[in-house]
């Protein structure tokens, strides 16, 4: 009579089990954007943002919330819904907030994304990217995986750029910088805020500093408007920019010369 074996028990802490999915707070989506990245996009907005912009218009975006947390897994099943009519050029768009701040579950998606063929984008300000580890490890495998980066550069100059936004930008340009080294396609984007970012001496330096990025696709001068002043008031936050004027058609028309587009 043959003997019974028994199966050998393996210890509990030789079990390893699947890691989860990284989540992210979502704040929204859109599912046929025509002007955040290439082509029409599905676009997943994600809650969080460090920078306060004096003339920022989704405001709502801010706080770091856990409510309506999502997989990179659910977020694409969602995005798929609507592949057909992505066409050739279009894809996903991640932004913001800044979704940098959520580095594992954007890279996540994106790699799932890739492997499903399916352009990606990312709109940040870069506000969160440094080069220090483990961060500049994640999002150079986070380059690897995505196809375009709609870079928002707030301004050049250093001190305007902490009073408009709370925070320096020499690692934002630091960027924008490697992104080209890198060779990932940019759009770089720039809001035309009257008094503030509109000087001629800022415009030249923004110009200055593409002049030496080789990887600009596109130019994007975004002109400033008062739209986003009632989530202020539904928020209770006092607007920062109270009677600041909407960039009128000519005052872009005048940056995009200095701009050389």
Request: hydrophobic share 40%; net charge negative.
């Amino acid at each position: 009579m043959a003997e019974c074996l028994e199966k050998e028990s393996l210890p509990v802490d030789s079990v390893k089990e699947a890691p989860a999915s990284p989540l992210a707070p979502v704040h929204s989506m859109e599912s046929f954007g025509s002007v955040d990245g290439p082509g029409t996009r599905f676009i997943v907005f994600l809650q969080g943002c460090a920078m306060r912009c004096l003339y920022c218009h989704n405001p709502d975006t801010w706080a770091f919330k856990k409510e309506n947390l999502m997989t990179p897994e659910e977020v694409l099943k969602k995005a798929m819904r609507y592949q057909d009519y992505w066409g050739k050029e279009g894809g996903i768009t991640v932004s913001g907030g800044d979704p940098l701040l959520h580095i594992d579950f954007l890279l996540a998606l994106f790699r799932l994304a890739k492997k499903k063929g399916i352009n990606t984008c990312l709109d940040t300000s870069a506000q969160p990217f440094s080069n220090k580890e483990s961060f500049y490890e994640k999002f150079l495998a986070l380059m690897e995986v995505t196809d375009t980066v709609l870079l928002d550069i707030k301004a050049m100059d250093s001190d305007l750029h902490k009073k408009l936004t709370g925070h320096p930008n020499q690692n934002i340009l630091d960027c924008g910088r490697l992104l080209s080294t890198l060779g990932v396609d940019v759009w770089i984007r720039h809001v035309l805020v009257p008094g503030l970012t509109d000087s001629e001496e800022e415009l030249l330096a923004l110009k200055q500093y593409i002049s030496t990025l080789h990887n600009i696709k596109k130019v994007e001068v975004l002109p400033y408007h008062t739209m986003g002043v009632v989530k202020y008031e539904s928020l209770g936050i006092p607007y920062p920019l109270k009677g600041v004027p909407d960039a009128r058609l000519e005052e872009v028309q005048r940056a995009e010369k200095i701009l050389g587009l």
